[in-house]
Nanobody, 124 residues
């Protein structure tokens, strides 16, 4: 099985950029479809972006425009670049993986493995 550890979150001002990292261990990331989700207080977990096993990228509605997902197979790490941060981006960001998915799903229930999350707080 794979273990996922997110990092890179923090308190930033509106307009800044962040790069979140999801370091995987135990299995190669290209064995999994992977996704970034975010969850704001009192709201459901929402799909932001994901990668297929082959490395194709997919974006959810919340991830289009200012978000870029990438994967470094050599470092076994998934990234999420967020530009021009807005207060609405404040959330806990989670990395997820699943071996049965070929392409990433927008539904959180389809992922078996999750990281602990990293908090992103944007001040306006």
């Amino acid at each position: 099985q794979v273990q996922l550890v997110e990092s890179g979150g923090g308190l930033v001002q509106a307009g800044a950029s962040l790069r979140l990292s999801c370091a995987a261990s135990g299995r190669p990331v290209n064995n999994y479809a992977m996704g970034w989700f975010r969850q704001a207080p009192g709201k459901e977990r929402v799909f932001v972006a994901g990668t297929s096993r082959r490395g194709s990228v997919f974006y959810g509605e919340s991830g289009k425009g200012r978000f870029t997902i990438s994967r470094d197979n050599a470092k076994n790490t998934l990234y999420l670049q967020i530009n021009s941060l807005e207060s609405e981006d404040t959330a806990v960001y989670y990395c997820a993986a699943d071996r049965d998915l070929v392409t990433p799903s927008g539904g959180a229930k389809y992922y078996e493995y999750w990281g602990q999350g990293t908090q992103v707080t944007v001040s306006s």
